[in-house]
């Protein structure tokens, strides 16, 4: 089981940013992402990145405006946010996935949290208009 710790959530103002991290206990992973869960709805799959071949998937609603990264020196993974929207106020989640998955460039819905097995603790991200 890989244990994952969040760091980097906190309140900003509309038009801001701010840097997620995800801190690993291991490097036994195929995959990582951030999910996002707001009030009242379904978590959702926001960005993955493979460890694999370095493919990316983005939510179209961030795209553009989020960037997903890893320093495997570090076991890390980080989502920089910018240009913040009240509607991105949720908690996020990091995530990694045990086993190998397609690259996420395939049009197959793989970021996804269903296809996640190691979750961390969610850290809050509020942004206020």
């Known amino acids: 089981q890989v244990q994952l710790v969040e760091s980097g959530g906190g309140l900003v103002q509309s038009g801001g940013s701010l840097r997620l991290n995800c801190t690993a206990s291991?490097?036994?992973?195929?995959?990582a992402g951030w999910f996002r869960q707001a009030p009242g709805k379904a978590r959702e799959g926001v960005s993955c990145?493979?460890?694999?071949?370095?493919?990316?998937y983005y939510a179209d609603s961030v795209k553009g405006r989020f960037t997903i990264s890893r320093d495997n020196s570090k076991m890390t993974v980080y989502l920089q946010m910018n240009s913040l929207k009240p509607e991105d106020t949720a908690v996020y989640y990091c995530?990694?996935?045990?086993?190998?998955?397609?690259?996420?460039?395939?049009?197959?819905?793989?970021?996804?949290?269903?296809?996640?097995?190691?979750w961390g603790q969610g850290t809050q991200v509020t942004v206020s208009s």
């Open positions: 995530a990694t996935v045990r086993t190998p998955v397609p690259p996420f460039t395939t049009p197959i819905p793989i970021c996804t949290p269903h296809v996640f097995d190691d």
């Open positions: 291991t490097s036994n992973y195929f995959a």
């Open positions: 990145i493979s460890m694999h071949d370095s493919s990316t």
